[in-house]
């Protein structure tokens, strides 16, 4: 539903992709990166620009957190064991981490329930699959519970984990009003991530009535970057109507890059 299920369709579809961003700055310490998760043929062209970012840090681990759009199961869960499989082929799942995991005394929990029937993360799989020929591995992390609580949970966690592991947050903007709406509405939150006021981000989205789905990812990198001093700079921003051309009802997706200078 997302990307084409043949390797080659898949792998020329990432390349070309890839090639069309590949003059993205190089950042010199990554912390994380903001990436969308809708079918390529609409955000993939902005999702390029942050994983050509990750292609020039070199490092091959990864924590991918994503929102469970049918909030179900609720809490914040960690997949336990093994590897995603796509059409690219397998990736292991970060057994480092899971121990990590396993030894601290916190809200989440192991779960391969909470991943199924979910896309946020499983959309990310095949860009580093693609960039690292399957020699990287990932903790995939669902937050069903978003809330500015649960991502002040997860942040100490992230920051456990990210001396030798990249973030990846996922989440599209505004859905399904038009264009020049949401584009108004995707500013506003942009410049609140930017600022790295998780307090801000989150009044800014009752202001709005944002639609964002997976803010708490998007909080709780925000949340990193700040405890480690960085910044966040927006790399790209789009909405389907880019591809479609239809703008009467499109869906918002930026990348960022979050880094130590």
């Given at each position: 539903?997302?990307?084409?299920?043949?390797r080659d369709?898949l792998?020329?579809?990432?390349d070309?992709?890839?090639?069309?961003?590949?003059?993205?700055?190089?950042?010199?310490?990554?912390?994380?990166?903001?990436?969308?998760?809708?079918?390529?043929?609409?955000?993939?062209y902005?999702?390029?620009?942050?994983?050509?970012?990750?292609?020039?840090?070199?490092?091959?681990?990864?924590?991918?957190?994503?929102?469970?759009?049918?909030g179900?199961?609720?809490?914040?869960?960690?997949?336990?064991e093994?590897?995603?499989?796509?059409?690219?082929?397998?990736?292991?799942i970060?057994?480092d981490?899971?121990?990590?995991?396993?030894?601290?005394?916190?809200?989440?929990?192991a779960?391969?329930?909470?991943?199924?029937?979910?896309?946020?993360?499983?959309?990310?799989?095949?860009?580093?699959?693609?960039?690292?020929?399957?020699?990287?591995?990932?903790?995939?992390?669902?937050?069903?519970?978003?809330?500015?609580?649960?991502?002040?949970?997860?942040?100490p966690?992230?920051?456990g984990?990210?001396?030798?592991?990249i973030?990846?947050?996922?989440?599209?903007?505004?859905?399904?009003?038009?264009?020049?709406?949401?584009n108004?509405?995707d500013?506003?939150?942009i410049?609140?991530?930017?600022?790295?006021?998780?307090?801000?981000?989150y009044?800014?989205?009752?202001?709005?009535?944002?639609?964002t789905?997976?803010?708490?990812?998007?909080?709780s990198?925000?949340?990193?970057?700040?405890?480690?001093?960085?910044?966040?700079?927006?790399?790209?921003?789009?909405?389907?109507?880019?591809?479609?051309?239809?703008?009467?009802?499109?869906?918002?997706?930026?990348?960022?890059?979050a880094y130590?200078?």
């Open positions: 539903m997302f990307y084409p299920a043949g369709d792998s020329g579809m990432i070309q992709l890839l090639s069309r961003s590949r003059d993205v700055a190089e950042f010199r310490k990554i912390i994380g990166v903001i990436v969308p998760h809708a079918g390529y043929i609409y955000s993939g902005t999702a390029s620009f942050a994983f050509n970012a990750i292609k020039k840090d070199g490092r091959r681990k990864f924590v991918l957190v994503g929102p469970k759009h049918s179900y199961p609720y809490g914040t869960y960690f997949y336990p093994g590897a995603w499989e796509t059409p690219l082929g397998s990736c292991k970060d057994e981490a899971l121990n990590y995991l396993h030894s601290m005394r916190n809200h989440i929990r779960s391969a329930e909470a991943f199924g029937e979910e896309h946020s993360i499983e959309v990310q799989v095949p860009w580093l699959q693609y960039i690292y020929k399957e020699d990287c591995e990932i903790l995939p992390i669902s937050m069903g519970d978003q809330s500015l609580e649960r991502a002040e949970e997860l942040a966690v992230l920051e984990l990210s001396q030798n592991r973030i990846v947050a996922s989440s599209d903007l505004t859905h399904y009003e038009p264009a020049r709406m949401a108004a509405k500013s506003d939150m410049k609140a991530i930017e600022s790295l006021d998780v307090a801000s981000f009044t800014v989205m009752e202001r709005i009535n944002a639609s789905c997976g803010y708490g990812p998007i909080a990198l925000m949340l990193l970057t700040r405890k480690l001093g960085g910044k966040m700079k927006l790399l790209n921003h789009s909405n389907s109507g880019d591809s479609s051309g239809d703008y009467s009802s499109v869906v918002g997706y930026a990348s960022f890059v130590q200078e």
